[in-house]
T-cell receptor, first 116, second 113 residues
Framework: DADVTQTPRNRITKTGKRIMLECSQT?????MYWYRQDPGLGLRLIYY???????NKGEISDGYSVSRQAQAKFSLSLESAIPNQTALYFC???????????????FGPGTRLTVL | AQTVTQSQPEMSVQEAETVTLSCTYD???????LFWYKQPPSRQMILVIR??????QNATENRFSVNFQKAAKSFSLKISDSQLGDAAMYFC??????????FGKGTTLSVSS
């Protein structure tokens, strides 16, 4: 079984709809991240959480919100989806601490979101 | 703010040949980490290789090696004996201890037989 899972894997929705992307991990990591990938732009950070009570905005948080329901779950919500939020979304996890292996991030399989 | 630049949107190589992907970064920090990720058509992000800035020795993982030039802020990836399965998008990324990754825009590598 995959260590980091994302649901759904693909989603098509309409402008104005609320949508939630979910991420679960069995790695026991404290830190979780949401990234967005657009063609030609690489991956950009939306939100990150270093533990259940710690949530921080990333580079492109406008239009998004998150919820850290438990150590293992980190959800990303689009309250009112718009077409320019069409993208590939990745969840990632890492251990807390500093240095060496603690810096490796483990990615989920991604969610392809299309907003019409 | 830290930035990562990949100046080659596309690269191509023939099977069994060697190719080098370029990456430069900008930071005022002295302690940081650099990564190369591979994204095949399956879209999964796969860690290829990691370099700690405090280590002078260049990292190597089988056919993959890096040329880390700290003073020049350069971090290139060399793929030796290229295989068809190496065809993918490659991302260079930077972070400091325990922080989120900062990615370059990616280089699409095609491999021909």
């Amino acid at each position: 079984d995959a260590d980091v899972t994302q649901t759904p894997r693909n989603r098509i929705t309409k402008t104005g709809k609320r949508i939630m992307l979910e991420c679960s991990q069995t790695k026991g990591h404290d830190r979780m991240y949401w990234y967005r990938q657009d063609p030609g732009l690489g991956l950009r950070l939306i939100y990150y959480s270093f533990d259940v009570k710690d949530i921080n905005k990333g580079e492109i948080s406008d239009g998004y919100s998150v919820s850290r329901q438990a150590q293992a779950k980190f959800s990303l919500s689009l309250e009112s989806a718009i077409p320019n939020q069409t993208a590939l979304y990745f969840c990632a996890t890492s251990e807390s601490g500093a240095g060496g292996l603690y810096n490796e991030q483990f990615f989920g399989p991604g969610t392809r979101l299309t907003v019409l | 703010a830290q930035t990562v630049t990949q100046s080659q949107p596309e690269m191509s190589v023939q099977e069994a040949e060697t190719v080098t992907l370029s990456c430069t970064y900008d930071t005022s920090e002295s302690d940081y980490y650099l990564f190369w990720y591979k994204q095949p058509p399956s879209r999964q992000m796969i860690l290829v290789i990691r370099q700690e800035a405090y280590k002078q020795q260049n990292a190597t993982e089988n056919r993959f090696s890096v040329n880390f030039q700290k003073a020049a802020k350069s971090f290139s990836l060399k793929i030796s004996d290229s295989q068809l399965g190496d065809a993918a998008m490659y991302f260079c990324a930077y972070n400091q201890a325990g922080t989120a990754l900062i990615f370059g825009k990616g280089t699409t590598l095609s491999v021909s037989s």
